[in-house]
């Protein structure tokens, strides 16, 4: 068990679940959580955590993969993890859109632009602007109303 293994482990979960293998997914995911929790490992815990919430995600039930994300943030005390996992805000982001939570959505979506920047991850950081540019056409009339698309105002975050 090293971190190769588990980031090995986590790129064969995700090919199944881009393929729509979700319960194979889930059970990989699951064993890596065990494994981790076995020798203590916060990052194979935290690809584990967010893998399964990424299924669940995936399958639409978005209340528990809201319950998972929130359990791997609560683990993510090192900045350095909230660099590295900077896409949970993301899928975080996208869950709560889902969910017609535009407040969380916002924020979400801006902690992942604020982490991927700061860890310098390009991908994340792309990945996060997407998201929050996909996403305007349906919340336009919240932003405006906020003021957050008038780069000027106050309220502009």
């Known amino acids: 068990y090293d971190e190769t293994f588990v980031k ?7 090919v199944l679940l881009r393929t729509d293998h979700l ?8 064993d890596l959580l065990r494994m981790a929790e076995a020798v203590k490992d916060t990052f194979g815990m935290l ?15 978005y209340e528990r993969s809201l319950e998972i994300y929130h359990d791997a943030l609560g683990m993510m005390q090192k900045r ?8 949970l805000y993301n899928n975080m982001a996208v869950t709560f859109f889902h969910l017609n939570n535009e407040d ?12 991927s920047m700061e860890g310098e991850n ?5 990945n996060a602007l997407f998201i929050e540019i996909s996403f305007t056409d349906f919340l336009c009339p919240w932003y ?9 105002s106050a309220a502009a975050g």
């Open 8 to 14: 090995f482990l986590s790129l064969k979960s995700n």
């Open 23 to 30: 319960n194979e997914s889930l059970a990989l995911h699951y």
């Open 47 to 61: 690809k584990a955590k967010v893998g399964i919430g990424n299924t669940h995600l995936k399958l639409r039930k």
């Open 80 to 87: 350095e993890y909230r660099q590295k996992f900077s896409f």
């Open 104 to 115: 969380s959505f916002v924020y979400y979506v801006k902690q992942g632009i604020h982490y």
């Open 122 to 126: 390009l991908t994340n950081h792309a």
């Open 144 to 152: 405006v109303r906020r003021g957050v698309s008038d780069p000027g």
